[in-house]
């Protein structure tokens, strides 16, 4: 029953120090005010690759599926 107490002590002591750090404001402004232009510039370049690496999945799979209906190469249950 103690152990557990100990424990549970330990735990909630190491959750107010993680979370006093993550609300630190202070510390995010400074990791990207001190980050190389490069590293910003190819976040945009990544976030924009990202959305469009979605819309062209998307148009393939469209695209694909229109092909399989056109030309009946759907397997529907009980065609055979």
Known sequence: ???SLIAFARLEKAKR???AWVFNE???YYSLRYAPYFFRECLK?????TGLE???YLANFG???LIAINYNLLIL???F
């Open 1 to 3: 029953m103690i152990r």
């Open 17 to 19: 120090r993680y979370y």
């Open 26 to 28: 202070n510390s995010k």
């Open 45 to 49: 370049i990544a976030t924009v690759n």
């Open 54 to 56: 979605s819309i062209y």
């Open 63 to 65: 695209i694909s599926g």
């Open 77 to 79: 249950p009980g065609q």
